[in-house]
């Protein structure tokens, strides 16, 4: 039998220390700075510095080149405007390659219904093909499928797009 003494006896062995509520803001203030402090010491101080280390394979993706070989500008893949318009019979096809390309990170457009191709054909703006190019390699295409887009309009209102993907029979297979 548990007598009314042993219960109050019984509460107070088991209480813990809490510090005070001054205390926890030293211990969170402490831990963020830290936090900070690790991440800040393990990502580039420049981030130009990272694009001219990287091997040239990969320097695409974020560096536009020159002829001359020299870098001319640094662009996002998620800042290149990419459009993409079914050039064949197969419906939805330019909705399943714009989710695949947005999910690859670049700003792609809402889709749209192109001219009939017999080939994939990537319309590229000066100073973006190293996009077409990757893109090529991301929708399983050769690399010469990105054609200059100079006065042509594939599509409307594509004018002021980077790149324009008009996809043929080829991706469908």
């Not at 020159?66 to 330019?94: E, R, W, Y």
């Not at 390309?101 to 670049?106: A, D, K, Y």
């Not at 017999?118 to 319309?123: D, F, G, K, Q």
């Amino acid at each position: 039998m548990v007598t009314s003494q042993d219960k109050s006896n019984s509460s107070k062995s088991g209480s813990h220390y809490q510090p005070s509520l001054a205390v926890m803001l030293i211990i969170l203030v402490l831990f963020v700075a830290a936090t900070f402090v690790a991440l800040r010491s393990h990502s580039p101080s420049h981030p130009s510095a990272a694009a001219t280390t990287q091997p040239a394979s990969h320097a695409s993706s974020t560096t536009t080149t020159t002829a001359a070989g020299s870098t001319s500008s640094t662009v996002p893949k998620s800042q290149v405007s990419v459009q993409v318009a079914n050039g064949t019979t197969i419906s939805g096809l330019a909705g399943s390659y714009t989710t695949k390309l947005q999910l690859l990170g670049w700003n792609t457009l809402p889709r749209l219904n192109g001219p009939a191709e017999t080939a994939t054909v990537i319309y590229y703006h000066p100073s973006f093909l190293w996009a077409a190019q990757e893109i090529a390699t991301e929708i399983g295409v050769p690399a010469s499928a990105a054609r200059p887009l100079g006065n042509a309009t594939p599509v409307p209102g594509a004018t002021g797009d980077d790149i324009v993907v008009v996809l043929g029979p080829d991706v469908a297979s």
